[in-house]
Every structure is written in C-alpha cells, then in structure tokens.
C-alpha cells in the first residue's frame, strides 16, 4: 500500500515563499533585539551585585550554603513506626 502522491511543486513559487519567511523573520528579529538588550542589560546590574555581595559566584550559582545538601530545612524526616 502506498501512501498519497505528493502534491507538484513550483521551484519559483516555493522559493518566493523562502524569501518572504526569512525577510519576516528578519523583520521580527530587528524588531526583537532592542527589547531583549534592554531586558539583558537591566539583569546585568543586579546579577553584578550580587556576585559582588558573594552571594551566587560568575555563573549564578550559590556560593555558601547554610546547610549541607543532604539536610533538609524543615529537619530529620519522621521516622516510621512498625507494626509488629
């Protein structure tokens, strides 16, 4: 059993299509890229600060922790009882 034949494509037709998509996509990109320069350069300040405070180290993650990793803030896990 074969499946359905492919509808014939226009080589003119299908590139004029691509041209039209990359210029949209251009044209959102242009229009995008002041927005996310702003929204990047208002992070920066406070991600400055806090790797200054010694907070989170140059890749954002924490550097000191209160506790070890494997202690929980809410303390020991309740133990259970057993049923004899």
């Known amino acids: 059993m074969t499946g359905p034949t492919p509808p014939a494509v226009d ?3 299908a590139r004029a ?3 039209q998509l990359v210029a949209a996509v251009r044209a959102w990109a242009d229009a995008v890229a002041p927005v996310l320069r702003t929204v990047a350069e208002q992070f920066a300040t ?7 405070a010694g907070v989170v180290d140059d890749q ?3 550097t000191r922790r209160d506790r070890p990793a494997w202690q929980s803030p809410y303390g020991p896990a309740r133990t259970r009882r057993r049923k004899h």
Request: hydrophobic letters at 30%; charged letters at 30%.
């Open 11 to 13: 080589a003119e037709r």
């Open 17 to 19: 299509a691509g041209e």
């Open 46 to 52: 406070p991600a400055a600060q806090l790797c200054e």
């Open 60 to 62: 954002g993650r924490q």
